[in-house]
């Protein structure tokens, strides 16, 4: 156990002497204008996450735009199909009615024939 906790501490000391070394590295070559490096990176970011923000919101409202005009769509496609199925019914019915108005006309003119022959 008493390994396992030297092994750690000298884990983080080692993490922590390398941290150190990375921030006087970044002083080195940034110096001064370190911390206006991080302002801008701070705005930068904070900018970035608006946007995404933003640009969410907009595919949310093109989404349910879509939606909509997808429903739309095919609420008419419906009226459209129901009124072609109607008006093709009544246009076999309207044949039906010629065939029927033929049929009937032989039929008179058969029984007339008879009258005619009698």
Known sequence: MANTDKLKEETVQSSTEATSKIDAIKQLIFGENMQAYDSEFETLKQDILTKKQELEALMD????EILQNI???STDINIRITELENSFEDKADALNEKKVDRKLLGELFTKLGEKISQ
């Not at 409202?61 to 349910?64: L, Y």
Request: avoid cysteine; charged fraction near 45%.
């Open 61 to 64: 409202d093109v989404k349910s």
């Open 71 to 73: 429903d739309n769509l």
